[in-house]
């Protein structure tokens, strides 16, 4: 959970600066209290100022920038709050275990990443289940995605080309280290794979403009059920995953890596992470302002920075990737407002398809429209 930042909220407050409290949002109101009567529990001072920044609507939270003076310095923060899908004790008492949850995963990778130099979470500061809050210090950098769109397009010169290569190594050096030092060594339940994959190819059947026909669905379960049994061969084991591992949950800065948002935070194949942003990556593609070769040895090198050696040909990567992209799919189906959203959409949905039919034989005759 962040934004990217310059460090502009490190600066010096004037002194006696104390923003008023009439000008906090009202749905923040109650958290910043809290924060300013704990501040120091959660700053170190018990003397706070709270300055509103910046606020951002999200399909799921908002998002709140903050500016905390403590005697006469200040610090970034930002404040997220969830938005329940529906008014009811249920599922405002599950907002609330997810809000908990998030705060402790977030604490404990950072502190499981203590001793790995420039790779890092984001520093959990408070969390407040009654208010849907938690609340986070401030990552000073850039998004991944940010980078990329400004540094990887075009004909970037040899020593940039170099220093993302290096950035996404970082960036697969980080998601091994979190996997090394938060262990889980637990068998994968392969039938549950299948399932979750059947229902998947069950709503491209039935769901979109452009559906699977049943020959499709007939080719891509095959592959499935050929990369689940080679897989299965290797060593199915279940480890930590972030599970959201996406360009704008990574932060950068020079060689650091900082991590946000563990919300979704599980267990899963050792590869689910790494193949998603994998996807990600690809989907620069579709913008013809991005090289293929250049995205392509950012792929190459975000897989060596995870596993030396590792190539998009291993079973249980392969299955991963299938994974994503299916369930990518099925999000690409959704309406978007706009010609541009409409056409970049259209030709994401167009790259898929010809992947699998690459690696599934999927042609023409497999999709309806």
């Avoid at 809050?133 to 998004?143: D, F, L, Y």
């Avoid at 998601?175 to 994968?188: I, M, R, S, W, Y």
């Avoid at 932060?251 to 563990?262: C, E, Y």
Wanted: net charge positive; glycine share 8%.
């Amino acid at each position: 959970m962040s934004m990217s930042s310059a460090g502009l909220l490190s600066r010096p407050l004037p002194r006696d600066s104390h923003p008023p409290t009439e000008n906090w949002p009202a749905q923040f109101r109650p958290v910043l209290t809290k924060l300013v009567a704990g501040g120091r529990e959660y700053f170190g001072s018990d003397e706070i100022s709270v300055e509103p920044l910046t606020r951002v609507e999200r399909p799921f939270s908002t998002l709140l920038q903050i500016r905390v003076g403590t005697g006469g310095c200040a610090q970034g923060a930002f404040v997220k709050i969830l938005k329940p899908r529906a008014d009811t004790p249920a599922e405002i008492a599950s907002m609330q275990r997810n809000v908990q949850r998030d705060f402790e995963m977030t604490a404990r990778v950072r502190h499981a990443l203590g001793g790995c130099a420039g790779l890092t979470a984001v520093r959990p500061i408070a969390c407040f289940p009654e208010e849907l809050a938690i609340v986070t210090g401030e990552a000073v950098g850039p998004m991944l995605s940010q980078v990329l769109a400004r540094r990887a397009a075009g004909w970037p010169r040899p020593s940039i080309v170099r220093e993302l290569s290096q950035l996404l190594y970082r960036v697969g050096a980080w998601l091994k280290a979190a996997q090394d030092a938060l262990p889980e060594d637990h068998p994968l339940d392969r039938e549950a794979m299948r399932t979750y994959l059947d229902k998947r190819f069950t709503d491209l059947e039935t769901t979109g403009a452009i559906r699977l026909t049943t020959s499709g669905r007939d080719a891509i379960a095959r592959c499935r059920d050929r990369l689940l049994r080679d897989a299965t061969a290797e060593g199915l084991r279940r480890v930590w995953i972030h599970a959201d591992f996406c360009p704008e949950n990574i932060i950068t800065r020079g060689g650091d890596i900082t991590v946000l948002d563990f919300m979704m935070a599980k267990t899963g194949t050792k590869y689910h992470d790494l193949a998603h942003l994998f996807m990600h990556l690809e989907a620069m593609q579709v913008k013809p302002w991005f090289r293929p070769a250049i995205v392509a040895r950012l792929q190459r090198d975000l897989m060596a920075g995870f596993e030396p050696g590792l190539t998009v040909g291993r079973p249980l990567f392969a299955l991963m990737l299938l994974q994503h992209v299916v369930c990518h799919l099925l999000t690409l189906q959704a309406p978007v407002e706009g010609r541009a959203a409409r056409l970049y959409r259209a030709r994401l949905h167009g790259r898929h398809r010809r992947w699998l039919a690459e690696v599934a034989g999927l042609g023409n005759e497999s999709w309806i429209r």
